[in-house]
């Protein structure tokens, strides 16, 4: 399976518009930052393209998650719903990050 998939760049306003969901659904603070991208997935059972969005804060490990579905079909209630998943699940619990299948690092996959 090739991991190179011939696509368009995503919208910019929908990654800015994504941005600003979860800047307010986190709550961030000023002088953090969130990206959103993206990327090709090569598990099986995977989409052929996911969003990953982390965040970046200071004083806190970055908190990366993907969400099964590309840039353009991503909505707000996403970010809301990351952001309630997120705080049910303390820093402090997770030896890694809640990942739906196994932990695999810092992502978390919804």
């Known amino acids: 399976m090739s991991l190179f998939i011939e696509r368009e760049r995503p919208d910019g306003g929908r990654v800015a518009a994504i941005k600003a969901w979860v800047t307010a659904a ?18 099986p059972d995977c989409p052929p393209l996911e969003t ?18 590309r840039v353009s ?24 990050s809640l990942d739906g299948r196994s932990f695999r690092g810092q992502s978390q996959n919804y």
Request: glycine share 6%; aromatic share 8%; proline share 5%.
């Open 52 to 69: 990953v969005i982390a965040i970046f804060e200071e004083g806190r490990e970055p908190r990366r998650f993907k969400l099964y579905k």
């Open 73 to 96: 079909e991503v909505v707000e209630d996403d970010a809301l719903i990351l952001a309630n998943l997120s705080s049910a699940i303390c820093d402090c619990c997770l030896p890694g």
């Open 26 to 43: 986190f709550e961030i603070p000023d002088g953090s930052f969130v990206t959103v991208s993206e990327v090709a997935c090569g598990l």
